[in-house]
């Protein structure tokens, strides 16, 4: 996980399709203050599934999930678009 040892803030890493590796569960949603998704069918996938629950505040960050897993491009677009998300919240 990229942000994994980033002491300003505690991660877990969960998909929403069915060959993911760790499926997002309501133990999750319960637990995040606040969850950011790399597209928006990502979020509206959450707030259909988990429409029951109170959800956090839910991020698009808007990057395409054409690339494969942890691909140093991935990495790069995942920064640049999360790190302003940390600053904000700080």
């Not at 991660?11 to 637990?31: E, T």
């Not at 956090?56 to 999930?65: E, G, K, Q, R, S």
């Amino acid at each position: 996980m990229l942000y994994r040892n980033d002491p300003r803030l505690e991660v877990r890493s969960a998909g929403i399709r069915v060959g993911a590796k760790r499926k997002i569960s309501r133990r999750d949603v319960a637990w995040a203050h606040v969850i950011m998704v790399m597209e928006n069918e990502h979020k509206k996938w959450i707030q259909e599934h988990f429409h029951d629950v109170n959800l956090p505040p839910i991020v698009n960050l808007d990057i395409t999930a054409s690339l494969s897993y942890m691909d140093p491009e991935l990495q790069q677009l995942l920064r640049t678009a999360i790190e302003p998300e940390l600053e904000s919240r700080s």
